[in-house]
Structure formats: structure tokens, C-alpha cells
């Protein structure tokens, strides 16, 4: 009897032991504990470097722009607005040009698959000599040629820089949508060339 007893009460401790002690986490499954861990950054690509790399230039080109602009020698500053001044005409020219002869092209006789190459050129030599007699008007009043003369030489000079450089920039891109068809459209031979050449010269 003493023995069931001591055995009785081993057995409650034990019970008693197992109740009171804290439950066991259960383990995670395998996949689980692999998508807790960080994944691992992917390198990066050779268009992100050079995106990176044009970032930078643009940045540091404006602030360049900025420190030219304002510095404090006059014939530097001078330089930098004249640099400023043929950039913005150059690329505005060249844009407008192109884009002009294509709509005018478009609305005129329709797209080039459409209207041919021949409809196609002659729309083209239109619109060259259209923005050539432009040129040549918007300078002649500019200057003072024609029309009332300028009350300032100085704005009168610096209008016909801008507007040479633009409206000139703009009759050569508007020339070379022209001669370029013409030119694809000649013989690829060596009198087809030079029958070209000779004919944009004269």
C-alpha cells in the first residue's frame, strides 16, 4: 500500500508538471521558414547604369549651364548666351521644319504610300520655298529694309540673329526632307549622285 502511494503520488506530480509547464510552439513548416528569409536583390542591369549615368551628365551639364551663365566676366557670359541662343534656334529649327513638311505633305495629298513619290516631292519643294521667301521676309522687315525702320540698332541686330538662325535652320531641315526623297528616289549609280549634287547646288 505504501508503495501505491508513492507511486499514485509521482504520477500526479508528473501530471501536475506537464500541466503547469508552457505548450511547445509547433515547428513551421519548411516553405515557411524559406519565405521568411530575405530574397536576395537582383543586380543591376546595364540599362539602369546608363540610365544612372545620364542622370548624372544632365545634372551636372545644367549646373555647368548655370555657372557659365552667371559668371562674372562679361565676354564669357556673352559666349555662353550666344552657345544658349543657337542651341535652342538649331533644334527648333530642325523640328519644325521636318514636322511642317510632313503635315503640310499629309494634309495636302495624303500619306506618302498613298499620294506617290512624285505628289510627295513636289509638296515637299513647296514648302521649301515657302519657308525660304519667309526667310527672306521676316529679315527684310526685321532689319528695316522694308516697312518702318527699327528705333533700335541694337534689338534690330539681335532680332535678325535670332530669327536668321531659326527661320535658316529651319529652310535646311525643310531641304533635306526634300533632297533626301529626291535622292532616294534617283538611280544609286554614280550619275544619279552627281546629278543630285549638282542640282541642289545650282
Partial sequence: AAILHVAGGAAEGWRAAQLSAPAEMPTPPLALVASAQPAPQPLPSDASF???????????FVMTLFYLLHYRDDDIRTCSWNVVSASICTFTGVL???????????????????????????????????????????????????????????????????FAVLLGVTNGASNLSLWGMVQAEVPHDFGGTVGVVLTCFF
Fill in 50 to 60: 546608363d540610365v544612372a549615368l545620364m542622370l548624372l551628365g544632365s545634372i551636372a
Fill in 96 to 162: 519644325i521644319g521636318m514636322s511642317w513638311n510632313q503635315c503640310f505633305t499629309f494634309f495636302v495629298v495624303g500619306p506618302p504610300q498613298v499620294a506617290g513619290p512624285v505628289k510627295t516631292m513636289l509638296c515637299n519643294a513647296a514648302a521649301t520655298v515657302g519657308w525660304y521667301i519667309c526667310l527672306q521676309v521676316v529679315l527684310a522687315v526685321v532689319s528695316g529694309a522694308v516697312g518702318r525702320k527699327p528705333q533700335s540698332l541694337e534689338r534690330a541686330i539681335l532680332d535678325m540673329k535670332c
